[in-house]
């Protein structure tokens, strides 16, 4: 008699064989051969597809034997069922932790459900995608109501208008699920993105005490999150992903109906329309949850045909391209080219553009639209049928992908045996035969999807010919008196040394050694470039610093593609390298970088503060804050980009020195506000939140204090960011989770967390150098202070230089109460009584020991000036400033409002502690000393420069310092 794995694929055969008689050491039991769907074969079948179901089979048989008893896997799962199930597991459920306990083991139940009737081919993708929808959507249901009606136990039940009505009445959460939940296309391990929110103001009756409707559901909504994202010893259901609400991470977690209509009423982006088009209520009272759906539908769906759409679709597909180069997703089927994502594009595309008008494309599932797309001839039957194809395909291979280990996954596999896997699920007899059709789907799908979503450099023709004068150059078959008079007479300055570094490279044993595409893209592309190079004034020089990207691209050609495809995007990296080597090392350092040349328009248009942070919001969407690796990498990539416009405008003159230090400021707030973001959600997924007196959870109680440059709003391309930590917790509370630690430790772990994410070096290089000598007590002091220890040290403690730093600090991430809590201090301290004589010679002995140890020895100050450290420099303007500032606030407290130097000055002026016109001249000469600096970093130069520099700056300076510092 033959084994049940014999008809398997042979390294599949010897898996299944492996592992049989631990998964039924006592042979098959009679309660599942019960089934009669189910047989020996069918269960090696089912074994060889999936390590999941092998363990569940092998770990928890007897809630496999209850799931057969409740319904044969041979019949379909439907929600009704779904929602049986959960009532039974419910009636079990005594408390929170058990609540936990029971949704995790209905998970596994169901998942074994749902991936055993997928991967069998037992279920379509319709029941599929419909039954993993429904079962979150009873899971979040179920947890809701039960949490529910625990927190009205304790804090009373919320009361306000009700938006059906319009009469009081108790108020429910309303959970929205969105992308593919909201479209009821879920895959068999997905996380889920919801948004939360209740129908408005108002507060709880029948408490302990009442809170308000805000606070209330906020409480309600972290202990969702946590029930249903919380990992415990049976796992977890959902990862839940909040960050689509208004505001991201940052946002308020519960928003009424009134707020989240204002805010997509007059802040809503594009990339949020494209999320809301798949939006509907999974949770809480569906009449009420029908009410704010029907508000926030003029968002989504314009009432004309919306060809504006146009635009934001190419800055979307941009977007999808650069991710694509950066993750290196080739083989992600899903964000790769081809894959589910540009088919989801091009349906959504049609939705947003026409939708207002043509109602039936205001629907969710992407099956259905594409079906009113071909009735609405608004693309051809084939496109249609070869789109739904791949869509199909693409998806049951996803769920391939996913229900082997039950892991969210697109990525194909590389391993001999997951191939097999994949092959056997797809029904192809081999792993090559499934990758040919996959082949197939994704370059019809990429060919509809640019075609659909061109941009318009793909839309221009053939690039212009090219003199076979740079050909013969580059491949050095003519000689070389030829090549110097040729490359004399196009302009190159130094036409020897260009042909010395040309042959460097060509003779390198990279190129000697690169493959054969790799070669051919490397003799297109440089003949073009040398022509290119014809277009500034320093073409020698700037062939030496643009060769530092090609040599940096010769193993990822696709770069060299990416430039010969977009003349506009060559034409700026020229430009840009000859003006700027500092520009010219980044882009080498950064290929990646190249992306931002694609556009000039944004290139030379920073966004400001609010679009940084919406377009780091985007950027981060996809990636978990689980992936660490990837987010350091995302946020390193970010702030190179962002400070890449900033350099490209500030040469162009388009910005000046104070914006340029904005800027760079307003990059550096963004990012840390991230990082505070993704530092304590990973703790908190660890620990718990840090426990409050009042038994809230909703803040991080915690903020960051930028000195120096940051506080100061002064960054340049290169400086380090000097940063204190506080929060105003009480340390002597723990935390709520499953592994409480003391609020001290917790904060302490934080801190730890943000600087390793700044400071870690990583392929991308390092985010931010973090100097944290400034804290209380410098490096022997705790690296997070209680606001309270942090008053009591600058009161008690500090010494005068201490407070010198505070005149240029601020809060610039993290807790709103924290960083007022922290400015309240700062201001009672620059405000304190101090006996100016002393005051002013303390500084000034400060001052003289910094210039001792960082300015130009004497024997050299004809030759050299440092601009910053020497006698009328930039420290001398911050010094008087910062006496001033110490001397005078307690007389003028206004001064303190301000944490730059520029502003200080202006408001020392407006007092009349400083003469207006003294004020004015400082001022001027501060900001063309730091532009001098600003300049000299995009050339890769320090802030010495020759001794007669300035002199009249200088002087000015000197004399003042003389009259305020000297008497």
Same mark, same amino acid.
């Given at each position: 008699?033959?084994?049940?794995?014999?008809?398997?694929?042979?390294?599949?055969?010897?898996?299944?064989?492996?592992?049989?008689?631990?998964?039924?050491?006592?042979?098959?039991?009679?309660?599942?051969?019960?089934?009669?769907?189910?047989?020996?074969?069918?269960?090696?079948?089912?074994?060889?597809?999936?390590?999941?179901?092998?363990?569940?089979?092998?770990?928890?048989?007897?809630?496999?034997?209850?799931?057969?008893?409740?319904?044969?896997?041979?019949?379909?799962?439907?929600?009704?069922?779904?929602?049986?199930?959960?009532?039974?597991?419910?009636?079990?459920?005594?408390?929170?932790?058990?609540?936990?306990?029971?949704?995790?083991?209905?998970?596994?139940?169901?998942?074994?459900?749902?991936?055993?009737?997928?991967?069998?081919?037992?279920?379509?993708?319709?029941?599929?995608?419909?039954?993993?929808? %429904?079962?979150?959507?009873?899971?979040?249901?179920?947890?809701?109501?039960?949490?529910?009606?625990?927190?009205?136990?304790?804090?009373?039940?919320?009361?306000?208008?009700?938006?059906?009505?319009?009469?009081?009445?108790?108020?429910?959460?309303?959970?929205?699920?969105?992308?593919?939940?909201?479209?009821?296309?879920?895959?068999?391990?997905?996380?889920?993105?919801?948004?939360?929110?209740?129908?408005?103001?108002?507060?709880?009756?029948?408490?302990?005490?009442?809170?308000?409707?805000?606070?209330?559901?906020?409480?309600?909504?972290?202990?969702?999150?946590?029930?249903?994202?919380?990992?415990?010893?049976?796992?977890?259901?959902?990862?839940?992903?909040?960050?689509?609400?208004?505001?991201?991470?940052?946002?308020?977690?519960?928003?009424?109906?009134?707020?989240?209509?204002?805010?997509?009423?007059?802040?809503?982006?594009?990339?949020?329309?494209?999320?809301?088009?798949?939006?509907?209520?999974?949770?809480?009272?569906?009449?009420?949850?029908?009410?704010?759906?029907?508000?926030?539908?003029?968002?989504?769906?314009?009432? $004309?045909?919306?060809?504006?759409?146009? *635009?934001?679709?190419?800055?979307?597909?941009?977007?999808?391209?650069?991710?694509?180069?950066?993750?290196?997703?080739?083989?992600?089927?899903?964000?790769?080219?081809?894959?589910?994502?540009?088919?989801?594009?091009?349906?959504?595309?049609?939705?947003?553009?026409?939708?207002?008008?043509?109602?039936?494309?205001?629907?969710?599932?992407?099956?259905?639209?594409?079906?009113?797309?071909?009735?609405?001839?608004?693309?051809?039957?084939?496109?249609?049928?070869?789109?739904? *194809?791949?869509?199909?395909?693409?998806?049951?291979?996803?769920?391939?992908?996913?229900?082997?280990?039950?892991?969210?996954?697109?990525?194909?596999?590389?391993?001999?045996?997951?191939?097999?896997?994949? %092959?056997?699920?797809?029904?192809?007899?081999?792993?090559?035969?499934?990758?040919? /059709?996959?082949?197939?789907?994704?370059?019809?799908?990429?060919?509809?999807?640019?075609?659909?979503?061109?941009?318009?450099?793909?839309?221009?023709?053939?690039?212009?010919?090219?003199?076979?004068?740079?050909?013969?150059?580059?491949?050095?078959?003519?000689?070389?008196?030829?090549?110097?008079?040729?490359?004399?007479?196009?302009?190159?300055?130094?036409?020897?040394?260009?042909?010395?570094?040309?042959?460097?490279?060509?003779?390198?044993?990279?190129?000697?050694?690169?493959?054969?595409?790799?070669?051919?893209?490397?003799?297109?592309?440089?003949?073009?470039?040398?022509?290119?190079?014809?277009?500034?004034?320093?073409?020698?020089?700037?062939?030496?610093?643009?060769?530092?990207?090609?040599?940096?691209?010769?193993?990822?050609?696709?770069?060299?593609?990416?430039?010969?495809?977009?003349?506009?995007?060559?034409?700026?990296?020229?430009?840009?390298?000859?003006?700027?080597?500092?520009?010219?090392?980044?882009?080498?350092?950064?290929?990646?970088?190249?992306?931002?040349?694609?556009?000039?328009?944004?290139?030379?248009?920073?966004?400001?503060?609010?679009?940084?942070?919406?377009?780091?919001?985007?950027?981060?969407?996809?990636?978990? $804050?689980?992936?660490?690796?990837?987010?350091?990498?995302?946020?390193?990539?970010?702030?190179?980009?962002?400070?890449?416009?900033?350099?490209?405008?500030?040469?162009?003159?388009?910005?000046?020195?104070?914006?340029?230090?904005?800027?760079?400021?307003?990059?550096?707030?963004?990012?840390?506000?991230?990082?505070?973001?993704?530092?304590?959600?990973?703790?908190?997924?660890?620990?718990?939140?840090?426990?409050?007196?009042?038994?809230?959870?909703?803040?991080?109680?915690?903020?960051?204090?930028?000195?120096?440059?940051?506080?100061?709003?002064?960054?340049?391309?290169?400086?380090?960011?000097?940063?204190?930590?506080?929060?105003?917790?009480?340390?002597?509370?723990?935390?709520?989770?499953?592994?409480?630690?003391?609020?001290? /430790?917790?904060?302490?772990?934080?801190?730890?967390?943000? /600087?390793?994410?700044?400071?870690?070096?990583?392929?991308?290089?390092?985010? $931010?150098?973090?100097?944290?000598?400034?804290?209380?007590?410098?490096?022997?002091?705790?690296?997070?202070?209680?606001?309270?220890?942090?008053?009591?040290?600058?009161?008690?403690?500090?010494?005068?230089?201490?407070?010198?730093?505070?005149?240029?600090?601020?809060?610039?991430?993290?807790?709103?109460?924290?960083?007022?809590?922290?400015?309240?201090?700062?201001?009672?301290?620059?405000?304190?009584?101090?006996?100016?004589?002393?005051?002013?010679?303390?500084?000034?002995?400060?001052?003289?020991?910094?210039?001792?140890?960082?300015?130009?020895?004497?024997?050299?100050?004809?030759?050299?000036?440092?601009?910053?450290?020497?006698?009328?420099?930039?420290?001398?303007?911050?010094?008087? /400033?910062?006496?001033?500032?110490?001397?005078?606030?307690?007389?003028?407290?206004?001064?303190?409002?301000?944490?730059?130097?520029?502003?200080?000055?202006?408001?020392?002026?407006?007092?009349?502690?400083?003469?207006?016109?003294?004020?004015?001249?400082?001022?001027?000469?501060?900001?063309?000393?730091?532009?001098?600096?600003?300049?000299?970093?995009?050339?890769?130069?320090?802030?010495?420069?020759?001794?007669?520099?300035?002199?009249?700056?200088?002087?000015?300076?000197?004399?003042?310092?003389?009259?305020?510092?000297?008497?």
């Amino acid at each position: 008699m033959s084994e049940p794995w014999s008809c398997l694929p042979l390294p599949l055969a010897d898996d299944v064989a492996a592992g049989w008689a631990s998964v039924f050491p006592e042979g098959l039991p009679a309660w599942l051969a019960e089934d009669a769907s189910i047989s020996e074969e069918v269960i090696a079948q089912a074994m060889a597809r999936s390590l999941f179901l092998r363990q569940t089979l092998e770990r928890h048989p007897e809630q496999v034997r209850t799931l057969l008893e409740s319904r044969l896997l041979s019949e379909p799962t439907t929600p009704e069922y779904l929602q049986a199930r959960w009532s039974e597991y419910l009636v079990d459920v005594a408390d929170e932790p058990g609540l936990h306990s029971a949704l995790r083991r209905f998970r596994r139940e169901a998942q074994f459900r749902i991936i055993w009737r997928d991967l069998m081919r037992w279920a379509d993708l319709p029941e599929t995608m419909a039954a993993t929808s %429904a079962f979150a959507e009873v899971c979040i249901q179920g947890a809701l109501s039960w949490l529910y009606g625990s927190a009205c136990e304790q804090y009373g039940t919320p009361w306000g208008k009700d938006p059906v009505s319009g009469s009081e009445a108790p108020q429910s959460l309303i959970v929205i699920g969105m992308g593919k939940l909201g479209g009821c296309e879920l895959n068999v391990s997905s996380d889920i993105d919801l948004i939360f929110a209740f129908p408005g103001k108002g507060e709880t009756r029948g408490g302990r005490r009442s809170l308000d409707n805000q606070q209330f559901f906020t409480r309600l909504g972290q202990r969702l999150i946590q029930a249903l994202d919380q990992i415990t010893a049976d796992g977890f259901v959902f990862r839940v992903d909040m960050r689509l609400r208004p505001y991201g991470q940052s946002g308020a977690l519960a928003l009424s109906f009134a707020a989240l209509e204002t805010y997509y009423q007059d802040q809503g982006r594009d990339w949020e329309r494209y999320a809301m088009v798949k939006s509907r209520v999974v949770a809480g009272d569906p009449k009420a949850g029908q009410v704010l759906m029907e508000s926030l539908r003029p968002f989504v769906y314009r009432r $004309y045909i919306d060809f504006s759409a146009f *635009e934001s679709l190419r800055t979307m597909k941009a977007m999808i391209s650069r991710e694509v180069r950066r993750q290196g997703l080739e083989n992600n089927i899903k964000l790769g080219s081809g894959g589910i994502r540009e088919i989801e594009f091009v349906v959504q595309a049609f939705q947003l553009i026409r939708g207002g008008r043509d109602r039936e494309l205001q629907q969710r599932e992407l099956l259905i639209i594409l079906k009113e797309l071909e009735a609405l001839e608004l693309l051809p039957s084939q496109v249609v049928n070869e789109l739904r *194809e791949a869509y199909v395909f693409l998806r049951n291979l996803e769920h391939a992908l996913q229900g082997m280990e039950d892991k969210q996954t697109q990525l194909l596999p590389e391993d001999e045996l997951s191939q097999a896997r994949v %092959a056997l699920i797809m029904g192809f007899d081999d792993w090559q035969s499934c990758l040919q /059709v996959l082949t197939q789907h994704r370059e019809k799908v990429a060919t509809h999807f640019a075609n659909i979503i061109a941009t318009e450099e793909e839309e221009e023709g053939a690039q212009s010919a090219l003199d076979e004068g740079w050909f013969e150059l580059w491949l050095a078959e003519v000689d070389e008196v030829s090549d110097t008079q040729w490359l004399e007479k196009n302009g190159y300055e130094d036409p020897a040394g260009s042909l010395g570094v040309l042959a460097s490279l060509r003779d390198s044993r990279t190129v000697q050694t690169m493959q054969t595409q790799g070669r051919k893209r490397l003799n297109q592309f440089m003949p073009v470039l040398l022509e290119a190079l014809t277009e500034v004034e320093n073409p020698s020089e700037t062939l030496s610093r643009v060769l530092q990207l090609v040599e940096a691209i010769l193993r990822r050609t696709a770069y060299m593609v990416l430039l010969l495809e977009n003349p506009g995007a060559r034409t700026q990296l020229v430009k840009l390298c000859s003006e700027s080597p500092w520009i010219a090392r980044q882009l080498a350092e950064t290929p990646l970088l190249l992306d931002e040349l694609l556009n000039a328009e944004s290139l030379y248009s920073p966004p400001a503060r609010d679009e940084l942070q919406d377009d780091l919001r985007q950027q981060m969407l996809r990636i978990s $804050y689980d992936d660490l690796e990837n987010q350091m990498e995302s946020l390193r990539h970010f702030k190179k980009a962002h400070s890449l416009r900033v350099a490209a405008s500030e040469l162009k003159g388009t910005l000046p020195l104070m914006k340029v230090s904005d800027y760079l400021t307003w990059i550096a707030e963004v990012v840390l506000d991230h990082v505070v973001d993704v530092a304590f959600s990973n703790l908190v997924a660890r620990h718990g939140y840090p426990g409050r007196a009042d038994g809230a959870t909703s803040e991080t109680d915690f903020a960051v204090i930028g000195y120096g440059k940051l506080g100061g709003v002064e960054l340049g391309y290169t400086s380090d960011l000097d940063l204190v930590f506080v929060h105003k917790a009480d340390p002597g509370l723990t935390t709520d989770g499953e592994k409480p630690i003391d609020n001290a /430790v917790f904060y302490t772990r934080l801190g730890q967390r943000i /600087v390793h994410i700044l400071n870690a070096q990583t392929p991308s290089g390092q985010l $931010y150098e973090v100097d944290m000598r400034l804290r209380p007590s410098g490096n022997s002091g705790l690296l997070v202070s209680t606001v309270h220890a942090f008053e009591k040290y600058q009161r008690h403690d500090a010494w005068t230089w201490e407070h010198q730093a505070l005149a240029r600090a601020r809060g610039v991430a993290g807790c709103r109460e924290t960083l007022a809590a922290f400015e309240a201090v700062r201001h009672d301290i620059l405000c304190q009584s101090r006996e100016k004589d002393k005051l002013r010679q303390e500084v000034v002995d400060m001052r003289e020991k910094m210039r001792a140890s960082l300015g130009t020895p004497e024997s050299r100050r004809e030759e050299i000036f440092h601009i910053k450290h020497d006698a009328g420099g930039i420290v001398d303007i911050e010094f008087m /400033v910062q006496y001033l500032m110490l001397a005078w606030s307690e007389d003028h407290p206004e001064l303190t409002q301000w944490s730059d130097n520029i502003r200080q000055m202006e408001e020392l002026g407006r007092a009349g502690v400083l003469p207006v016109e003294d004020a004015e001249k400082l001022r001027e000469a501060y900001i063309a000393l730091r532009s001098n600096i600003h300049r000299r970093a995009l050339q890769n130069l320090n802030s010495q420069v020759a001794g007669d520099a300035f002199l009249g700056e200088r002087r000015y300076i000197r004399s003042v310092w003389q009259k305020i510092m000297t008497g």
